[in-house]
């Protein structure tokens, strides 16, 4: 392999060498480039194996320095060939997500999810306690039927409380059995 290498860099159009060297290192470019076919489509592979080839060809009648062997050479140049394609195709490659998973707020349809889950989780949790506890409770963070959210005086007109302050003592031992029954879950 090396005398083809060798006539190949003297005569960089001598196809009848070049043939003989890739029929040669065939088994070790394919082995180079076996792991990079999956990350492309089946039909870039023709595309690709032309622009390894013709990358090892140029390295080899330019560049090689007889240090190596030729296979070993031919092997490593295919390897790093694939990682640039890789890394150009990757940087490029970004897919348009459809329109309704993305909303212009800037939240996504994951962050909508999960405050849809953590609102059922809430809803269960509230149903579980006493119901001057949930009417408190959805009263302040607006959770639930009954509007909201409401500040502690208009709470405590609801609700019959005598003032603001009383609101605010029982909305404070709401949050305490809504914290127990939520640690209880966990």
């Known amino acids: 392999?090396?005398?083809?290498?060798?006539?190949?860099?003297?005569?960089?159009?001598?196809?009848?060498?070049?043939?003989?060297?890739?029929?040669?290192?065939?088994?070790?470019?394919?082995d180079a480039m076996r792991g990079w076919m999956r990350?492309?489509?089946r039909k870039e592979w023709p595309e690709f194996?032309?622009?390894v080839w013709s990358e090892i060809r140029f390295a080899?009648?330019?560049?090689?320095?007889?240090?190596?062997?030729?296979s070993t050479y031919a092997w490593s140049v295919a390897y790093k060939t694939?990682?640039?394609?890789?890394?150009?195709?990757?940087?490029?490659?970004f897919r348009q997500l459809p329109s309704g998973i993305v909303?212009?707020?800037?939240?996504?349809?994951?962050?909508?999810?999960?405050?849809h889950e953590q609102n059922q989780q809430l809803l269960a949790l509230l149903a579980k306690l006493p119901e001057i506890d949930q009417k408190l409770l959805s009263l302040r963070?607006?959770?639930?039927?009954?509007?909201?959210?409401?500040?502690?005086?208009?709470?405590a007109k609801r609700l019959g409380f005598t003032n603001a302050n009383s609101a605010?003592?029982?909305l404070h031992r709401a949050r305490k059995r809504l914290k127990k029954l939520a640690r209880g879950i966990e």
């Open 1 to 30: 392999m090396a005398g083809l290498a060798a006539r190949l860099q003297m005569q960089k159009d001598d196809d009848s060498a070049w043939e003989l060297l890739a029929k040669a290192l065939k088994g070790y470019v394919w």
């Open 39 to 41: 990350e492309l489509p």
């Open 49 to 51: 194996f032309k622009e």
């Open 60 to 70: 080899i009648s330019t560049r090689y320095k007889f240090r190596s062997k030729v």
């Open 82 to 93: 694939c990682w640039k394609r890789f890394r150009r195709t990757t940087r490029v490659r």
């Open 103 to 115: 909303d212009p707020g800037g939240s996504t349809g994951l962050d909508a999810m999960m405050k």
């Open 141 to 155: 963070y607006g959770v639930g039927d009954h509007g909201g959210p409401f500040r502690l005086a208009e709470i």
């Open 168 to 170: 605010g003592q029982a």
